[in-house]
């Protein structure tokens, strides 16, 4: 069925070293992949998407990279710093679902950015 | 900036009552949405609503859920008897694309069901 893996679960880095978390969909149909970034008791907010027409997409210090082949996608966080401390959920855009937006997510990386 | 906003933003009830959980999608979006996260869990989707109707819902959103958007603003989630199992955050969201658009999330109801 539709599914989203997403690992680590937990990352804990060093202020100014890099994190990568990476996500697998089983939905070759799947063509739109958002990253959410989701604070203690707030709302999931949108940091970067990506669609299948697109390997890779940077925004700063925020990159998303997509491999439509292995089904694969990574969020890569340079130059960390404290307050990208948060939890980090991938999701993807189910195929064709009467083309609304259903979004599965992966079950979150708790990310914490030691000074 | 605009934003989805959601009310109440905590409610507790008693085991069998229904609740009402109520949103205000951004004004000029036509997709509506409610989605779950059970605490410490990810997010999952119950149901969109676009043109007064259900378009899509999970297997979660059985016979005791039900959404409606009684005027031209709100949207809302009932619960008609709700269960200890019910007890989570509640994320409205909205977009304006259909297909693959953003979705704008409000700030969450946290339902607790005691």
């Known amino acids: 069925g539709e599914n989203v893996e997403q690992h680590p679960s937990t990352l804990s880095v060093q202020e100014g070293d890099s994190a990568v978390i990476k996500c697998t969909y089983s939905?070759?149909?799947?063509?739109?992949f958002p990253w959410y970034k989701q604070e203690l008791g707030k709302r999931p907010q949108l940091i970067i998407d990506?669609?299948?027409?697109?390997g890779e997409k940077k925004d700063q210090r925020i990159a998303v990279t997509l491999n439509k082949t292995a089904k694969h996608f990574s969020l890569h966080i340079t130059e960390t710093q404290p307050e990208d401390s948060a939890v980090y959920f991938c999701?993807?855009?189910?195929?064709?679902?009467?083309?609304?937006?259903?979004?599965?997510f992966g079950a979150g990386t708790r990310l914490a950015v030691h000074p | 900036e605009p934003e989805v906003t959601q009310t109440p933003s905590h409610q507790v009830t008693q085991m069998g009552q229904e609740v009402i959980l109520r949103c205000v999608p951004i004004?000029?979006?036509?997709?509506f949405y409610w989605y779950r996260q059970i605490l410490g869990q990810k997010v999952e989707f119950l149901v969109s609503f676009y043109n007064n109707e259900i378009s899509e819902k999970s297997e979660i959103f059985d016979d005791q859920f039900s959404v409606e958007r009684p005027d031209g603003s709100n949207f809302t989630l009932k619960i008609r008897s709700t269960k200890l199992e019910d007890s989570a955050m509640y994320f409205c969201?909205?977009?304006?694309?259909?297909?693959?658009?953003?979705?704008?999330f409000g700030e969450g109801s946290r339902l607790t069901v005691l």
């Open positions: 939905d070759s149909a799947s063509n739109y």
């Open positions: 990506i669609r299948s027409n697109v």
């Open positions: 004004s000029n979006h036509l997709y």
């Open positions: 999701a993807a855009h189910l195929g064709f679902s009467g083309g609304y937006n259903k979004l599965i």
């Open positions: 969201a909205s977009s304006e694309a259909s297909f693959s658009g953003e979705l704008f």
